[in-house]
């Protein structure tokens, strides 16, 4: 079999693509290979986290892999069948867990039994969703569409330290529902989780404070961890309506005030609110694939950002799918039918 040939500079040129790219591969059996892995970014090609779900695709799918190392440009990827097992892989710094468990969980809803995935590395960090986002906004979905799905965070992980811990069981999926989110519903319920790690719980405080005056009255949460889970805060925005649960976030750094902090949550969380969408940026990217296996479903969300874009175009190499992308002065639709 020919492998398929990959531009990982192509689009918004990230670590997307790879992770779309394996997770197809193992569930299509197509073999690919792919040049310039993030060539545009300020550190190209294999960071941790990349080679993480590399060798998590390649223990799930007993894989042939080249190129598999830290900083290189190319990997050549020839899957074999998946396997359901109790698999247990560390990134080795504050990676992205949500990342990695995002590349290997659809390849196990193909698997031939029960799956456990436990990954260690950053669960908090601004290049990747939370794994709250995880566990409120993308899990449910799922589970309306037909996986089985439970996700845990063990311990917090945050930049630069790492060092937290998901958990993920999931099982084979056997009839897939189609997804169809064009509206979301009324707003039930707006709040703001604010999280401390070797960090005065002030902080927390301040930007939860500071979210309510531009917000309008949010139910607050403080998660105050053990000071050995970190240091690091985060503020998060959970806006609940019928359809769907979005989470933005944002996270503290040295020299940065709590209250800036808040601002940068409050405004994606503003954009996404005021565009009447029913999925922010960074589910609709999430849902791509999952909808892609179902074989038809839909959404709205507020803009079709470049790495949307590049995702679609990925999927659509290995699927006999395509997706239809429409957009309008205030919202896009993403479809497949």
Not at 112 to 117: A, K, Y
Not at 122 to 129: C, D, I, M, Q, Y
Not at 185 to 197: P, Y
């Amino acid at each position: 079999m020919e492998y398929l040939e990959l531009d990982g500079s192509r689009g918004e040129g990230g670590g997307q693509i790879l992770r779309t790219a394996l997770s197809l591969s193992m569930i299509t059996g197509t073999p690919f290979v792919i040049e310039r892995i993030r060539a545009g970014r300020k550190k190209p090609g294999l960071l941790r986290q990349h080679l993480t779900a590399i060798q998590a695709a390649q223990a799930v799918c007993g894989a042939a892999v080249e190129g598999a190392a830290l900083g290189s440009p190319s990997v050549r990827f020839k899957p074999g069948p998946i396997r359901a097992g109790d698999y247990r892989h560390a990134i080795g710094s504050a990676g992205s867990c949500t990342l990695v468990l995002q590349t290997v969980l659809p390849a196990l809803w193909f698997a031939d039994g029960p799956s456990t995935l436990r990954i260690t590395g950053g669960t908090h960090n601004p290049s990747a969703p939370p794994a709250d986002f995880l566990i409120r906004s993308w899990q449910p979905l799922l589970r309306r569409m037909g996986v089985t799905l439970a996700i845990e965070l063990l311990r917090h992980g945050f930049y630069p330290a790492g060092g937290g811990e998901l958990l993920a069981r999931t099982e084979p999926v056997h009839d897939w529902q189609p997804l169809r989110l064009e509206a979301r519903g009324e707003l039930c319920r707006q709040s703001a989780i604010g999280i401390v790690a070797g960090v005065p719980a002030e902080v927390a405080k301040r930007e939860m404070q500071r979210a309510a005056s531009q917000l309008g009255p949010l139910d607050e949460a403080l998660r105050v961890l053990p000071s050995n889970e970190g240091p690091g805060n985060a503020l998060l925005i959970v806006l609940e309506y019928p359809e769907v649960v979005e989470v933005l976030s944002a996270y503290g750094e040295r020299g940065l005030p709590a209250e800036a902090v808040a601002d940068r949550a409050v405004s994606e969380a503003r954009r996404y609110r005021d565009s009447g969408a029913a999925v922010g940026e960074h589910l609709a990217d999430q849902l791509l694939l999952p909808m892609a296996l179902a074989g038809q479903g839909s959404f709205t969300t507020p803009a079709l950002s470049s790495h949307l874009k590049t995702n679609c175009e990925i999927i659509e190499k290995f699927l006999p799918v395509s997706f239809i992308c429409e957009e309008s002065s205030r919202q896009a639709r993403v479809s497949l039918e």
